[in-house]
């Protein structure tokens, strides 16, 4: 079994920059891909950012596409989600998610195995 935490969400304003955090415990998801999601009030999680288990390759959603990072340290056991240039938009609850297969960069939620609890991120304008 694997325990997803994710970490260092916050409230910033408009063009800030936040890193998130998720760290893996229970197993080692080193042979995983990874992936980051988001939720807004009263809207449908959706797809943010996925990573192939070697760091290698990664597959990011328009929206954030050069703004937001990934990146993972399979050493810590933890995946990264760095967020430049920040929008209002941007404001949800981001969770991190474990996909079994560990090259298959999927954008759909079902596809994924374990999920964290979320990390409120909020963007003022």
């Known amino acids: 079994q694997v325990q997803l935490v994710e970490s260092g969400g916050g409230l910033v304003q408009a063009g800030d920059s936040l890193r998130l955090s998720c760290a893996a415990s229970?197993?080692?998801?080193?042979?995983?891909?990874m992936g980051w999601f988001r939720q807004a009030p009263g809207k449908e999680r959706e797809f943010v950012v996925a990573?192939?288990?070697?760091?290698?390759?990664?597959y990011y959603a328009d929206s954030v596409k050069g703004r937001f990072t990934i990146s993972r340290d399979n050493a810590k056991n933890t995946v990264y989600l760095q967020m430049n240039s920040l929008k209002p938009e941007d404001t949800a609850v981001y969770y991190c998610?474990?996909?079994?297969?560990?090259?298959?960069?999927?954008?759909?939620?079902?596809?994924?195995?374990?999920w964290g609890q979320g990390t409120q991120v909020t963007v003022s304008s």
């Open positions: 990573i192939n288990w070697s760091g290698g390759r990664t």
């Open positions: 998610a474990a996909d079994r297969s560990p090259e298959l960069l999927t954008t759909k939620s079902i596809n994924y195995d374990y």
């Open positions: 229970g197993r080692t998801v080193r042979n995983y891909a």
